[in-house]
């Protein structure tokens, strides 16, 4: 009864909201309808609306699903650096983190589901019910740790949430174990998600031990861009408090994090080029293109070029002190870990393929649209969550204001 | 508590969602049964044999003829291999169409089982500058020979490993294959498989109704749907009836081999012990039954 009634309150604040809250509503709700009528002509057709095909069989869907694993993880170990350094508002950073978790690990299994063949029969990968093949498929391990992680982020922050609102104390022997059980789930569901692509000998192209580090690099480069973002809003328009230094600190890791995928990149980059087997073919058509082909080298080097410019950015102290050029540089390391993931990480493994032909894959309409549809529906859910975090953490909203008559309750 | 109402709204929902898919689609009880059906390794043959009758009866009303759907399961003591003499082949893609029929391949969207690679003989087997889009006058061309590619049936295959719901397997006369009913169309199996053997049904596949070959198997050529993945299967409701497989009784040239491994006295038998062979990708360890080798 209690839950519902937290429930209820939360739907209530969701609804209410200034005009531009509206706005954004509107254009959110927009977006998902544009989405949804490209994503419905898939749903009639088949993935023949898409632009993949035998030869490159997975695209930008799974590349976006990689990307926001990658976003789920990172958001919750900034919980490390908070805790270490004693970040005054701890709390407040656990809960928009796994909120941001929450939410972008809907939108990962979203991204699955528009990617299969037969949607309805997600239920054949259910235990009990279907005949999940675990241990072997590193696609069922991944679809475990991810349930897991989704469960773990949702309660803690329900949790946290509906004592915040019930006025409670809350019971930290609970919590803390479940916070510090997430940090090595984050970390398990980005390297699960390598692992995917990782074993596979016939892709020479993810074949590298070092796909999963530069994961998990790339991962703790583009989820603090998005909450450096997120909390310089919630300072300037609530009542949260975070010290300029604590928010130059994120910048600093997100500067090692940066010379870290880069560093592995170039090792990367330098064992191919330089032994210059067969396998460098990948490398080639991502970078240079192949003959004629060259279709997706634009992609990789503005990627290559926003992080570096990020990297910079960062890496000067005025420049990562000046809130200007910090979020400029937030916005471009986020955008070229987005190319990165969606489009240099899957194609160039399927081009050319096993067979050594080439088919040029770049995303269909259908797909864009799709993508935009969940990334709407994401954003949307965010908004919510977050509308209803920031009433419940910042603005006293309590049990008290959802029954003003009925102050003893 | 709180876990347990989310998980009961989140079944509550997908059942819902499932219910109106159905619904709006506009499909019976038929369709409902076919959604539930299990994994068919897990059926029993009264299920099994229900399940069959109602698609031998499904594709009368359909398309207006007999058809024959088997589920003979593997004879004991066979373990099925195939040999390709590369010196022999021509290019003709004979065997791609013939496959194509027997099989009940989609021809729109176009799905092939078999692909012959063109590669220079300077250069050997040589993936990355072998085509497929070949297309001149007459095959052979001077200074190229052909390496047709299918299923190389592996006996460590890397697709089945892959597969999250065991919808692939590898049958006892070491066949692979795909329960349709059970895929969920991830293509897992299709980025894990060096050869490029699995095909998709992007579309909604198409035969022409006097094109139909309705002699099936429930694991071969029976016809798929939309959005799960098909592949090569020794063409097994032919193998299992002791026959060659579509594409070894077209070859003009005889240069496919097909039969029993554990036969002693076997035409496979005596090629790989008295023939020199190869077998593809060979260093990822997949173990192909399906040998290439010089004949002449």
Not at chain 1, 281 to 305: M, N
Not at chain 2, 241 to 268: H, M, Q, T, W
Not at chain 2, 280 to 290: M, V, W
Request: aromatic share 14%; glycine share 6%; charged share 20%.
């Amino acid at each position: 009864m209690n839950f519902i009634r937290f429930i209820a309150g939360g739907i209530k604040i969701i609804f209410n909201g200034s005009k531009t809250y509206y706005t954004w509503l509107i254009l959110l709700l927009l977006l998902i309808l544009w989405g949804g009528f490209g994503y419905s002509g898939q749903l009639a057709h088949g993935l023949i609306k898409t632009h993949m095909r035998d030869s490159v069989s997975w695209g930008f869907y799974i590349g976006n699903f990689t990307f926001l694993v990658g976003v789920a993880a990172a958001a919750v170990m900034l919980v490390i650096p908070a805790y270490i350094y004693d970040w005054k508002p701890i709390k407040e950073i656990v809960i928009f983190g796994e909120l941001l978790a929450v939410c972008s690990v809907i939108m990962c299994l979203s991204f699955i589901i528009v990617d299969i063949g037969n949607p309805l029969r997600f239920w054949h990968m259910l235990p009990l019910l279907g005949t999940l093949n675990f241990p072997s498929s590193m696609l069922s391990w991944d679809f475990f740790v991810l349930n897991v992680y989704l469960l773990l982020n949702l309660i803690v922050a329900t949790y946290l949430l509906y004592c915040i609102f019930y006025k409670k104390e809350y019971n930290k022997s609970f919590v803390l174990p479940l916070v510090l059980f997430s940090v090595p789930m984050a970390v398990a569901i980005h390297t699960t998600t390598a692992f995917l692509y990782n074993a596979l000998p016939g892709r020479v192209f993810w074949n590298s031990a070092l796909l999963a580090p530069r994961f998990l690099a790339s991962a703790f480069c583009s989820g603090p861009a998005i909450l450096l973002i997120l909390f310089q809003i919630l300072r300037k328009t609530t009542k949260f408090e975070i010290k300029d230094e604590a928010i130059w600190k994120i910048a600093e890791l997100m500067v090692y994090a940066m010379f870290i995928y880069l560093f592995f990149t170039i090792a990367e980059l330098f064992k191919e080029f330089y032994s210059g087997t067969e396998n460098i073919l990948y490398w080639k058509y991502l970078l240079f293109g192949i003959g004629d082909h060259k279709e997706i080298v634009p992609y990789s080097w503005s990627s290559i070029i926003m992080g570096c410019t990020a990297f910079i950015l960062f890496l000067i102290p005025k420049t990562r002190k000046n809130f200007l050029t910090l979020n400029i540089g937030a916005v471009l390391i986020y955008a070229s870990v987005y190319v990165e993931k969606g489009i240099a990480l899957i194609i160039p493994a399927f081009t050319p393929d096993v067979l050594g032909q080439i088919y040029v894959y770049t995303p269909s309409m259908t797909e864009i649209r799709t993508a935009v549809m969940i990334f709407s529906i994401g954003f949307l859910l965010f908004t919510f969550l977050s509308k209803i975090a920031i009433a419940i953490v910042f603005d006293n909203y309590n049990i008290d204001s959802l029954n003003p008559k009925n102050k003893s309750k | 508590m709180k876990n347990e109402n989310s998980r009961r709204s989140f079944i509550k929902n997908i059942s819902l969602a499932t219910f109106s898919a159905l619904a709006l689609s506009g499909c019976d009880m038929e369709a409902f049964d076919e959604f539930l059906q299990q994994n068919f390794r897990t059926l029993s043959k009264k299920e099994k044999d229900k399940i069959i009758k109602n698609l031998e009866i499904k594709y009368k009303e359909k398309y207006g003829k007999e058809f024959h759907v088997s589920d003979k399961p593997a004879i004991e003591g066979t373990l099925f291999g195939y040999a390709l003499d590369l010196s022999r082949c021509i290019g003709c893609r004979r065997c791609v169409y013939a496959c194509v029929k027997e099989n009940n391949q989609s021809r729109d969207p176009q799905i092939h089982w078999i692909e012959v690679l063109q590669m220079e003989k300077e250069k050997g087997i040589d993936f990355p500058h072998s085509t497929a889009q070949y297309n001149p006058e007459k095959v052979p061309e001077k200074g190229y020979f052909y390496v047709p590619i299918q299923c190389q049936q592996c006996k460590n295959p890397p697709c089945v490993k892959v597969c999250p719901v065991k919808a692939t397997w590898q049958e006892p006369d070491g066949i692979t294959v795909i329960d349709y009913n059970w895929c969920i169309g991830c293509r897992y199996c299709m980025a894990a498989c060096p050869y490029g053997a699995r095909h998709f049904n992007w579309g909604e596949p198409n035969v022409p109704i006097e094109e139909l070959n309705s002699e099936m198997h429930y694991l071969g050529n029976r016809l798929r749907k939309k959005g799960v993945v098909e592949k090569c299967t020794f063409c097994i409701q032919r193998s299992r009836e002791g026959k060659y497989p579509a594409c070894v009784e077209i070859c003009p040239v005889g240069a496919r081999k097909f039969g029993n491994l554990l036969d002693p006295d076997s035409e496979i038998r005596y090629i790989l012990e008295n023939k020199r062979v190869l077998i593809l990708k060979q260093e990822l360890n997949t173990q192909p039954k399906f040998y290439y080798f010089f004949g002449i």
